[in-house]
């Protein structure tokens, strides 16, 4: 089995790490550059940066942020926000991200997908999804940071992702988005089930049995989480000493 990932989040919006419950109530919380170097000491398995106003607002990543951290992070670093093209994607990776995650954008134009697989490999899409349940066994595609409902359904919006050349999914529910009540399982199992790439489980991650059990009965190949990390409640490496004692496969360095 391969080691399961361990991924901090840093959402970022005006140039400020921020965090907040169910997409609301949003909250400054520290520098980008400075958190990510701290997550990288910890032993990250990877770091993700999401500008999570770019969509919302029609425009373009932080770059001067991305190449930053970049000069300073070691582990791949993936980034996400307002990419609607493959010439921002381009930008992006010569930045020195390792990944670009495309969401809404991604929901308009599929074949953003594919034109991004094509020229720079599946390994460097990742698509985020925002997802949140209507009824029983059903979820849908919101975009814009969560502020709209496409009304498309999940299952068949991450299969069509995976067949148009995306190399894994971030999975992130709406529904449990900063509570700290648990990763949603129902969901998370859905999709692993229904696609054969990456699944990276996100949103109410709380405390460290949440990270045994999204591995433990799901397919999730990753977790990723913020609050935990962001307050200082947990590190990185407390949650692969638990992993690993409860004999789940991570990657401990030194």
């Not at 700290?180 to 790439?197: H, Q, R």
């Not at 460290?208 to 590190?235: N, P, Q």
Request: with cysteine.
């Amino acid at each position: 089995m391969l080691a399961k990932r361990i991924i901090p989040c840093l959402d970022v919006r005006d140039g400020k790490v921020v965090k907040g419950i169910n997409f609301q109530g949003i909250k400054e919380v520290g520098d980008p550059v400075e958190c990510a170097k701290e997550y990288n000491a910890q032993g990250a398995d990877e770091i993700v940066f999401y500008d999570i106003t770019a969509s919302y607002e029609g425009r373009g990543v932080f770059l001067d942020v991305v190449r930053e951290t970049a000069k300073q992070v070691f582990v791949p670093l993936c980034v996400g926000g307002g990419i609607s093209s493959v010439d921002d994607m381009r930008e992006i990776l010569r930045a020195g991200a390792d990944k670009v995650s495309v969401n809404s954008q991604a929901v308009k134009n599929p074949q953003l997908i594919k034109d991004g697989a094509d020229i720079f490999g599946s390994q460097c899409i990742c698509l985020g999804v925002d997802t949140k349940k209507v009824a029983d066994k059903k979820w849908t595609v919101f975009i814009n940071g969560g502020r709209v409902d496409m009304g498309i359904d999940l299952i068949e919006w991450v299969k069509k992702a995976e067949s148009l050349g995306a190399g894994e999914i971030c999975l992130n529910s709406m529904d449990t988005d900063g509570t700290k009540s648990g990763f949603d399982i129902e969901m998370l199992g859905a999709v692993c089930n229904a696609v054969n790439i990456p699944v990276i489980a996100s949103g109410g991650c709380g405390r460290l049995e949440h990270f045994s059990e999204v591995f433990e009965k799901t397919g999730s190949s990753a977790a990723l989480a913020a609050s935990l990390f962001h307050y200082k409640e947990l590190t990185v490496m407390q949650v692969k000493e638990y992993l690993r004692n409860k004999g789940l496969p991570v990657r401990i360095v030194g």
